[in-house]
């Protein structure tokens, strides 16, 4: 396959090999970033983000991966990764253009790692070399790298978890187009472990095409144009499986609705074992959704068109839970004055959904096992047996394990249960998914109570993604409707609207780290910040009155305080950058190190 774009040959040289098994003990060490950051500019008069001669586009890692997501439904795997790893591919090869413009008087080492520092620059994620050996004049290349919170790998997850095959393709077109363009031979990388797969990090290796041999040709199609048309019809006439659920009506029946991986996982394993008979066993604690994952399992099963029953075992007194599960005959205890069937014969065919099993007496927990594994029950009071044909889903908040160690859950029917545990996350650890739900509640209870809110104000979203929501989803479902009762018509819903039980949540302000995290700020770091700031603003002050030869302020500052001030400032500009600071005041990195040390500040840097 041939590059396109051809360019001047690259100067001739040799990058020195980082040996494998080298990496914990001395990482190959890149040039500072400021060049390509100095490259880089947003034009707010006429809507344009410049990368040198390049117009970029600031897009959402969530759109990005909603798009690849869509690709995948409709056109299939292999095109999709077919249309991502050209994408790649041409975004690697102007990169690596890039790369002799700005590095054309640098070493092949320096003017050779642009490609894994545009990765960082770019959001794409960080990437590590483990061994490079490249010599441009002799045509040999090897790389190797591990590559670590990769875009792609997370958008991978959010919708279709972990799988079999390596999803990183737009980063492996990027690695094989900038490798190719850099030396003027095909280079193909592979990624031999990727987070899609189950492992920690994605390792990439790249070597010359044809030293790969046979192993390239299933590679090297996903980078020709038109490889899968033949397959194009096929694929946009198949139906399409649908990650995200969404309800129907707002006010119809409840479906799972959420967008976090941790939702998607769930659905993963709900639509893998929907089509089967195995009995499921929901984990989460309560208000997490059991009932609702469970309706849409029965939904997708063969039995969507029989009965779900549902049973809160919790709710039914000990006495009556046996006639409630199994049926009475008539005069079976004073008050039977007639038979009736349970639960298991009105689910016959169809779908039982047990919540809060734990709760069961010990005799019910008996005969329920009889029920799983003869598939037969019997009245209360009877000495028939009657066959059933029922799935049965349980569901519950406790550690069943706990409850067998306790002696208060036979172990045998816990086995019986656990054939396919589900355990589902609670909502704290699932915030993506509470503005979906936010919206979601909102239009189901307008519908319901004929209100016409329009929505959240700015106070009411930060005080729902700050709530700690203890009762989970249907914590926040009995919350948003108070708010929709409460609020005024046509108007938005306010934080009062809703806290007005006796909720006690915190309000958390946050600020970015010099690592680039959001971390959260308390009132003694703002406090701390601030006494810092009006430090500095007060030595810059003398400083300057200093160099007007104003003697006002003359005798009471020190060379200690000005030079401090400028350190501090040197590493404000630099953002927090050592190295980077120590070349704007003229100075060693080392020289910088020990100065910020003595002072302080080197720890406000970490």
Known sequence: MKTA??????????????????????????????????????????????????????????????????MIELLGVDMARGFMTRMGYHAGVTDAQLARKVRARTSI????????????????????????????????????????????????????????????????????GF?????????????????????????????LVEEWGSEADDDLRFMMPGAFDDGLAQNLARPHCKLISTPDSPDGPNHPVGISPSFNSVMHMVRRVAPTQATVLFLGESGVGKEVFSRTLHRLSSRADKPFVAVNCAAIPEQLIESELFGVERGAFTGALQSRQGRFERAHGGTLFLDEIGTLTASAQGKLLRALQEGEIERLGDSQTRKVDVRVIAATNVDLRDEVAAGRFREDLFF?????????????????????????????????????????????????????????IREMENVIERGVILAPDDGAIDSPHLFTSGERFTEQRFSINQDGKLVPVNAASLVADASKEREIERVTRRVNNLLLNDSEDCDNVSLDEIETVLLRRAVERAQGNVAAAARLLGITRPQMVYRLKSRGILNECD
């Open 5 to 70: 774009g051809r360019t001047p040959p690259l100067p001739r040289g040799h990058l020195p090999v980082v040996q494998p098994g080298t990496l914990e003990k001395e990482k190959l060490t890149f040039p500072d970033l400021a060049d390509l950051m100095g490259r880089l500019h947003f034009s707010t008069t006429d809507g344009r983000i410049w990368l040198d001669d390049q117009r970029m586009l600031l897009v959402h890692a969530k759109a990005l991966g909603m798009l690849r997501r869509e």
């Open 109 to 176: 080492q320096d003017m050779f790692v642009v490609g894994p520092q545009m990765h960082c620059l770019e959001g794409i994620g960080i990437s590590e070399a483990v061994r490079i050996d490249c010599d441009v004049e002799k045509g040999t290349h090897y790389g190797e790298f591990i590559w670590t919170s990769p875009v792609e790998d997370e958008e991978h997850i959010r919708h279709f978890s972990i799988g079999t095959e390596p999803a990183c393709w737009m980063q492996i077109g990027y690695a094989s």
């Open 179 to 207: 490798s190719s363009e850099f030396m003027g031979r095909q280079v193909l990388y592979r990624e031999v472990e990727c987070q899609s797969m189950g492992h920690q990090v994605c390792r990439i290796v790249g070597k």
């Open 416 to 472: 019986r249960l656990n054939v396919f545990p589900v355990r589902i996350t609670p909502l704290r650890e699932r915030r993506e998914d509470i503005p979906l739900l936010m919206t979601h509640f909102l239009s189901k209870f307008n519908l319901r109570h004929g209100r016409r809110l329009t929505g959240f104000t700015q106070r009411a979203v930060d005080a729902m993604l700050s709530y700690d929501w203890p009762g989970n």
